[in-house]
């Protein structure tokens, strides 16, 4: 996190702010704008500047790896909006899915161990009761009888609470669905995950452990990209893979086919033939944060 924006020098961005009245002062006087000084987000950037700000951002994480780290932009594709689907029926609890997961987006491994998606262990007899759900049941005995399994990870939600929350704009919605975080303009105030209804947004709170042999080189701005200390990031649906044509490192690991991935808007994919023929619901419908992750149970 730097003051000059994605991939600046020197001051942190948060101790630039907490500076914020004397930098504008001080910009004033020396007749430089402010915006100059504390940069832009990154989808307020220029064509060239996203150009330059790729470049320097896969600069400074090959050096930091010791390894080429390529850092792509590929924005939303128009007439696509994604959406997830979730077959209750099939999951197994295994969880191929969160180690699929972690291999591909580069959390941290260790102090703090992050995974964005939680596999929840339920009794069959009281249904979708989140209260009595155990996230840390032991994953060499499932299926365990008179249990199911319920994957959980960012929803994608449509009003999303934890965008309305960001006191800086370091997180929205992008237009095929996924909901981002620019971790260059994330000031880790956390604000988005005490908005968060389905606990999906993980902080960094010390610097992430992430050994370079076990790092995922082919990363997104948005997405992958090794994150620094201090900031909150969530899953993408692979934004990385998906904005290229490829499904989701958790759709491809799934042994089961439990995990269904698409376009919404394009009548033939895998994900609106679920919408159209299962039914489906979304957690905490209540709460009209309308998720583009959908549950059904196949059979
Ligand atoms: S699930 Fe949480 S993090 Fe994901 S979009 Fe919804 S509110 Fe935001
Ligand atoms: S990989 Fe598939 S079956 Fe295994 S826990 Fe994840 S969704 Fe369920």
Known sequence: MSAGGPGGGGLSRRQFLGRGLAVVAAAAASGCRVEELIGRSFRELSRDDVARVL???????????????????AGPLPGVDFGYGLDLSRCIGCRRCVTACVKENNPSRRRPQIQWIKVLELDKARG?????ADAYYEADAVPRPGHFYMPVQCQQCRKPPCVKVCPVGATWKEPDGIVVVDYDWCIGCRCCMSACPYGARHFNWAEPDLPADE???STHYLGNRPRPKGVVEKCTFCIQRVRHGRY??????????ARKFG????PESEIRQVMERK????LKEDLGTQPQFYYFYAT
Request: hydrophobic share 45%; proline share 9%.
């Open 128 to 132: 979708v009761d989140l209260a009595h």
């Open 263 to 266: 376009n919404l808007l394009d």
């Open 248 to 257: 989701p490192a958790c759709v491809e690991a799934c042994p089961v086919g």
């Open 279 to 282: 039914r489906v619901f979304v």
């Open 55 to 73: 470049a320097r951002a896969a600069r400074r994480q090959s050096a930091r790896f010791g390894r080429p780290v390529t850092v792509d932009g």
């Open 215 to 217: 790092l995922n080189p």
